[in-house]
């Protein structure tokens, strides 16, 4: 699949008081190649998927939305393209103020264009997807932390994004909580949606990925797939995979 379909980083570097987090990464997300980009805790992955949306500005680099060159334009400029991607925050990011269905309908509301009854349609078909939709006049307070995630999945669908990026989604859940997320994830991408996640969780990672990345020390030290990946010789991936006592990441 050529660029005009993708989301891109081209020799991106990336600083904070003056510790490299990324240095030259190349980085590509195919629509329909569902990804995952692995590492240990602080080492960069969610500030990834900032840099990706635009909400940081790169040292030096560029990034890309299909063809258009992000990177140095005022937010304005490139809105439109960013419409087709969502996100899923790692705690949810819920409006404690709201509703759960004012949560999920709020960028539709901010846009204007669709009537309240159209909005109210499209918040019971996301939440009927996820299987929350009997906590539509709830408040994220009264929601347990799975509901929660779901509830954010459901927000990020009301906008029907080609691209949905999931920050971490399976932390501080419990195994049935991971598996309905990961469930989800499967789902959406039988609908045709391609997932970009970031997290350090390796089983939800290769049930819902076909690639991989990981991340270390500002670089890339492989991408490839499950299969490649288990059988690399790379030390830190292999001692990410399987930590010992004496590992490099103690």
């Known amino acids: 699949m050529g660029s005009s379909d993708s989301i891109r980083m081209e020799k991106l570097c990336y600083s904070i008081g003056g510790r490299k987090i990324l240095e030259d990464f190349d980085f590509v997300l195919e629509r329909g190649v569902n990804r995952t980009i692995l590492g240990v805790s602080g080492a960069g992955k969610t500030t990834i998927l900032k840099l990706l949306l635009g909400l940081l500005e790169p040292d030096s680099g560029a990034v890309y939305i299909n063809d258009l060159r992000i990177t140095g334009l005022p937010e304005a400029s490139f809105m439109q393209q960013r419409k087709r991607i ?15 269905g004012e949560n999920v309908g709020y960028r539709l509301f901010e846009e204007g264009r669709l009537s309240q009854p159209e909005i109210t349609d499209i918040v019971r078909e996301k939440l009927s997807f996820v299987g929350v939709e009997a906590a539509l006049n709830l408040y ?9 995630k779901r509830v954010a999945i459901a927000r990020a669908l009301a906008a029907d994004p080609d691209y949905i990026f999931f920050d971490e989604p399976t932390t501080g859940l419990d195994p049935i909580g991971v598996y309905n997320i990961c469930n989800l994830m499967q789902r959406l991408q039988a609908e045709g949606k391609t997932t970009l996640m970031v997290t350090h969780d390796l089983a939800t990672a290769f049930a819902t990925s076909q690639r991989f990345t990981f991340l270390h020390k500002a670089r890339m030290l492989f991408e490839g797939s499950e299969e490649e990946m288990k059988a690399s010789s790379i030390p830190e991936v292999h001692e990410f995979l399987q930590p010992t006592d004496d590992s490099l990441f103690v």
């Open 86 to 100: 969502a996100i899923v925050f790692q705690g949810g990011a819920l409006f404690d103020s709201m509703t759960v």
């Open 140 to 148: 994220p307070a009264e929601l347990s932390g799975g509901m929660k």
